[in-house]
């Protein structure tokens, strides 16, 4: 779904990242900015398709990005039409625990 909405978004565009620090198993936490000036993660957010991750959103935009998701919390979009939405890092937890359900 979110990666439905970035392709709508960037449809091949180039992006620019901006690498904020790399998590506790190396993946890259980053801004991904479009070709508009505008963060995907704002789109994202706005669509119901992210969450803001507070262990590494730090930046002065956090509160902006807390906002347009609870906005869409609010309103129901994406994600959050589930009763139950699963967090990504709790996702993945539950995956390497095997005690994720419907996704056998």
């Known amino acids: 779904m979110a990666a439905a909405i970035a392709t709508r978004f960037l449809d091949g565009e180039s992006v620019k990242i901006i690498q904020i620090q790399k998590d506790r198993n190396g993946r890259i936490v980053a801004i991904v900015i479009m070709p508009d000036g505008l963060p995907l993660q704002e789109i994202l957010l ?7 991750d507070n262990r590494y959103c730090k930046s002065q935009k956090c509160e902006a990005w807390r906002a ?22 709790d996702w993945r937890r539950q995956r390497r625990r095997g005690t994720l359900k419907g996704y056998e």
């Not at 706005?46 to 803001?52: Q, S």
């Not at 347009?68 to 890092?89: D, F, H, V």
Request: charge should be positive.
């Open 68 to 89: 347009l998701e609870a906005a869409a919390r609010i309103s129901g979009r994406g994600i959050w039409k589930s009763p139950k939405p699963t967090a990504p890092w």
């Open 46 to 52: 706005l669509h119901g398709m992210a969450w803001v």
